[in-house]
Structure formats: C-alpha cells, structure tokens
C-alpha cells in the first residue's frame, strides 16, 4: 500500500504543531509527510508501522520520525470505553536544522534528528517526562510551548536506552502518494487566490473529483473542512496586516477574503479569543513596553 502525503499547518502563532487527540479507537491511516513527528501514545494497546518496522505497542509509547518516514498506528476499542490520547508534535525539518545547525547549543540534537530518519522508540522514563512535559505544552502559549519542545528534544537525545526501528530502506519515504500533485495545486491555488470567493466545486474541478469526494479527500490530508482551511488562512494574513499596516479592519477585512465585516469579526473571535480591534490593541500595548 502506497503512503498518503499528509499537509501538516502550523498551531496559531507557531513554527509548529502541537496537538492532542482523544479517540475511542486509533485507525490505520498509513501516511508520512516532509516534517519531524514526536507521538505519545496514552492508554492504548494496538499494533504500529513504521517504515518496515511492525510490533506491538502499549501505554506510554513515545516515538520520534524522520521527514517523509511513512507511518501508522491501529488500536482497538477500550474494554472500558476509555478514552485513547495521542500527543503529536510535527515540526518542519528546515526550521528544526536552521536551530541545530545554526547555534552549538543545540549539537546535542544531531544524531538524535539523523536517527529519526529511522523512527526511535525511547525507553519508559523518557515517556513519563514526555507525559508531563506535553500536559505542559497543550496549555501554553507559544513562547513557552517553544521553550518546552527543546525541553523535549533534549530529554530524548539523552535516552541511552531508546531503540532505532526501521531499516534504511524506507528512508526519505521512496513510495510516493499519486494524490500529492493533485493537492499541492489545490494548496498553491487557494493560497494564491485566498482574497477572491473561493468554493468547493471550482476546486474539486481542479483536482478532477467530485466536490463530495474532495471534501474526504480535503480533510484526510489537512484534519481540517476547506472551509475551516480557507478562514485560518485568512485570518492569519489579517493578523500580519493588523501588526504591520495602519488600514482601517474594514478594508483589511476586504483585502484578506471576507466580504462581510460581521462575518470577518466573527471568525477572527473564533480563531483568536479576541476581536481584530482587540488583537491589534494588544499588540500596539506590547509595542510601547518595547
């Protein structure tokens, strides 16, 4: 079975991603994509793939992959109906090599980044302070959330007994997805139109599907509805114009997508905690400390 290229986005205000899910049960989607992914495993038994790598797993799985390692975890469901919960960092291997190549501090992190080209498993110890420190992460802002990922990737360089899984051969993931090219012209198309009236049909028409078959095939490559895609899009070019320009939110409103003011307002408060007016307050305050 060929592996799905996954699009990884940012989390708000981030380099990177964080995420926690919380399943009933974990199911086989066997993907990869070009950035680093640390995964803990809570409460779950099931069996994992990684690259030519296939063995049971349990509680306090914790493991780190190279760019383009494809990769898969399948679980049942609880005997008690317990919840399943995955912690997930995905980090872009450019920005991750500019820090560790950049700075000495970090050399620590090379060859834990050159073995995770393979997938490594890392001992029980290393797990419960992974634990700790991914409960410390999902309620952080985003400063501190950096500050705690090198916390992480540290601990793990220092694991002596963590465990390199796959063979080389599966590295830089040889076995491509035929839907790539497909979705990276949607992706390209929208980020280069996201201003202009944007629907489904003219997309689903661009990747030659119907429109029901790419939403699924949408929302498999970006954990996302196109239309949650589309605002997050827009509201982080809002966020830019917002800091960086003086125009009124009406007319930033109009040059980021949103046609309606009250429908540009209401999403933003969605997508940021806070009204544009708000956000752009906050910044001009943090401005003077400076």
């Not at 306090?60 to 995955?86: A, E, M, Y």
Request: net charge positive; hydrophobic share 35%; charged share 20%.
């Amino acid at each position: 079975m060929k592996p799905m290229c996954e699009k990884v986005i940012p989390s708000n205000n981030s380099s990177w991603r964080y995420c926690e899910y919380r399943l009933n049960t974990i199911p086989f989607n066997w993907h990869y994509h070009p950035e680093y992914e640390i995964c803990l495993t809570l409460n779950s038994t099931g069996v994992c793939h990684i690259g030519d790598y296939l063995s049971p797993f349990g509680d306090l799985d914790l493991v780190i992959l190279g760019p383009d390692l494809p990769h898969t975890w399948q679980s049942n469901i609880n005997p008690d109906g317990s919840s399943q919960i995955v912690h997930v960092a995905q980090i872009p291997a450019q920005w991750l090599h500019q820090f560790v190549n950049g700075h000495p501090e970090f050399s620590l992190l090379r060859p834990l980044l050159s073995n995770a080209k393979q997938g490594i498993k890392f001992a029980n110890d290393t797990a419960v302070i992974a634990k700790r420190l991914f409960e410390k992460i999902k309620v952080s802002e985003p400063l501190t959330r950096y500050i705690l990922l090198i916390e992480l990737l540290q601990t793990m360089a220092l694991d002596t007994d963590a465990k390199i899984l796959s063979t080389s051969i599966f590295i830089s993931g040889q076995q491509r997805d035929p839907g790539k090219n497909k979705f990276d012209k949607v992706i390209d198309f929208i980020y280069n139109n996201y201003t202009k009236s944007l629907c489904a049909d003219e997309l689903a028409d661009l990747a030659h599907m119907s429109t029901n078959h790419f939403h699924r095939f949408f929302k498999k490559r970006t954990e996302r509805t196109l239309t949650e895609f589309i605002n997050q899009l827009r509201i982080a070019k809002a966020c830019k114009l917002l800091i960086n320009s003086s125009s009124p939110i009406t007319v930033i409103s109009d040059q980021c997508g949103f046609r309606n003011i009250s429908n540009f307002n209401r999403r933003f408060l969605q997508i940021k905690g806070c009204t544009p007016s708000r956000f752009r307050q906050q910044i001009h305050k943090k401005s003077l400390l400076v």
